[in-house]
Structures are given as C-alpha cells and as structure tokens.
C-alpha cells in the first residue's frame, strides 16, 4: 500500500505543475502573437462565408459585457465592432454586473476557445492575461469547428495578438467620408489644426508602414505606382519607383494614429480590415504639420476603399 501511494503522489506532483503555471501564465507562448496576423477578416464578413473545418485570421472587439470570459477556462467571445450601438461606446471599458444593456446581435459575435494537444479546452481563464480585457481589439488564428452563417461562429483558436496600442472603438469606419481631398490640394489649403478628409494609397517606399507604431505614408492621385503599368514586373509597385521623387513627394502624406499623449501607438496599422501596400484608403483627421512641402496628418478614422 505504501509503494502504491508513493506512486500516487509521484504521478500527482508531476501534473500540479502544469496546472498551475496555465492557471497564472495563461495560454502557452507559441499561441502569443507579437505581430498582427496577414490576412484578418471582421467577425461579420466571416460568419456570411465561414465553413467548418475552414483556416481563418478574425479579427474583433471584446465588448462590455460580463458574460464574455469564462472563468477557469481559455474561452472568450468577440463582437464585430462595427454592431456595437453607438449608445454603448462612451460606456465600453466600465465595469458591468448582470450583462450589458447594450448586447451585440448574436449573428457579430464569434466564441474563441483555446485547446490543448488533447482536444481540450485548456483550463485557464484568459481575462487580464495577454493584454486581453473589456475594450481590447484582438487578432485570432485558428479553424472553424463550427459555423452557419447565421448565428454560430466557434473558432478554435492556435494563436492570438491583442495590439498593445488599442485601436479606439469605430476608429475604422464603415461608410466613405465626404468632400475627401487630393493629397496635393490639401497641402496647398490646409493649416495646423485644420479637420480634413484625405484619399491616397499605402505607398511611396519600399517599407510605407513604421514597424509596430500606428504610421504610415500615403499616396494621392496623380503619381502611378508600378504595377499601374502592365508591362512592369516590379516586386515593390507600391515605392513608386517609376514616378521622379519631387512629384512623389507632392503627393505624399503622413498618417499617424496617437495616444492621449500625442504618441504614436504601439501597434502597426497593416492588417486592418485588409489594409496593405496599395489600399485605397480615405482618411480622417487633424492637419499637425503643413510646412516645407510636407503633410502631416493625426488620423480619427480610417474608411478602406473597394476598387
């Protein structure tokens, strides 16, 4: 009896371990993105065409609500941000008991849950852990387990990344801003300070997004990028290299997404609503910086064009 306790107890110790480390650190560090996954589609887009058994990059909000974590297991639920009532937005990040007053439809919400290599849910509550909470923006990478394009929408998830430069809620707007200038009409008009609307297309270098900071640079109409020629192979059509650099440069524009301290924030923009080299995009925001030819602009929302 003796041996046989002895034995319980070696085989009990070595699982402890592991139970507890889930159940302080969270999801396993391969399953932790540091980057924005290529690729990410909105909750709303994904349960119209998602299938079972289908790979996919989601991408949505965690909303106010006090169902949305599951205590003592890796399994949370996100909404497509674009459901949200806006009479919810000024009460997002606020402690709640008894649910949200102001619920997303069930056919914008996406339930994410984390399995370990047996198939099961990995017993750990992933509530504060990761930079994941109320108001967070989240990357998820993972298979369909199910899905009816109408109201269900389970993923199992393989990785994560939840941006630690929070995007602000309805930042990516969903109808076109009107009287959106050209680029180089808004340099000749605009002054610090100014509220304006730009259209350009991600571009004018090689690398047009900053590395992990809310930047890039775009490009108005006028200049052609290379892939606007058919007989051009160029493998970076978005650096304009075939348009001479001064007019480049009359055409270009700076956007930057800030933090309360006027920061850039600590995450990259690429990825967003399929944002890449060549979107089109219209851009919202305040005019910093006018002078020297340059255009700086500190974006409130960003529309992403179809072409």
Not at 215 to 228: E, K, M, Q
Not at 284 to 305: D, H, K, M, P, Q
Request: hydrophobic share 40%; proline share 5%.
């Amino acid at each position: 009896m003796m041996k046989l306790n002895t034995i319980l107890l070696i085989a009990l110790l070595a699982v402890l371990p592991t139970s507890i480390a889930a159940a302080q650190d969270g999801l396993p560090k391969a399953m932790v993105l540091d980057n924005i996954p290529a690729g990410a589609v909105e909750i709303g887009e994904a349960m119209r065409t998602a299938k079972t058994g289908d790979s996919i990059v989601l991408r949505g909000r965690i909303t106010d609500s006090s169902d949305v974590f599951v205590p003592n297991r890796a399994i949370f639920r996100l909404a497509d941000e674009s459901a949200v009532p806006l009479c919810c937005l000024s009460d997002i990040g606020k402690p709640v008991s008894g649910g949200s007053s102001c619920g997303v439809p069930v056919r914008m919400r996406a339930t994410i849950q984390f399995l370990d290599n047996r198939g099961r849910i990995i017993r750990t509550g992933l509530n504060g852990k990761h930079r994941l909470g109320i108001a967070k923006e989240v990357f998820v990478v993972g298979t369909v387990q199910q899905a009816d394009n109408e109201s269900v929408l389970i993923v199992n998830a393989k990785q994560l990344h939840v941006p630690e430069g929070n995007i602000p809620f309805g930042f990516m707007l969903n109808e076109e801003p009107e009287n959106a200038q050209h680029v180089i009409d808004a340099k000749k008009s605009s002054r610090p300070g100014d509220k304006i609307a730009v259209r350009g297309r991600v571009g004018g270098s090689v690398t047009p997004f900053v590395e992990n900071r809310a930047v890039f640079t775009i490009v108005g109409r006028g200049p052609h990028a290379c892939s606007d020629h058919e007989d051009d192979h160029c493998k970076t059509p978005w650096d304009y290299c075939c348009t001479p650099r001064d007019d480049l440069r009359a055409h270009s524009a700076t956007i930057q997404i800030v933090d309360e301290s006027g920061a850039p924030l600590r995450t990259g923009i690429k990825g967003r609503h399929g944002i890449k080299e060549l979107s089109d995009l219209t851009i919202t925001g305040t005019v910093i910086s006018s002078e020297g030819g340059s255009l700086i602009i500190r974006a409130s929302g960003i529309y992403v064009n179809e072409v």
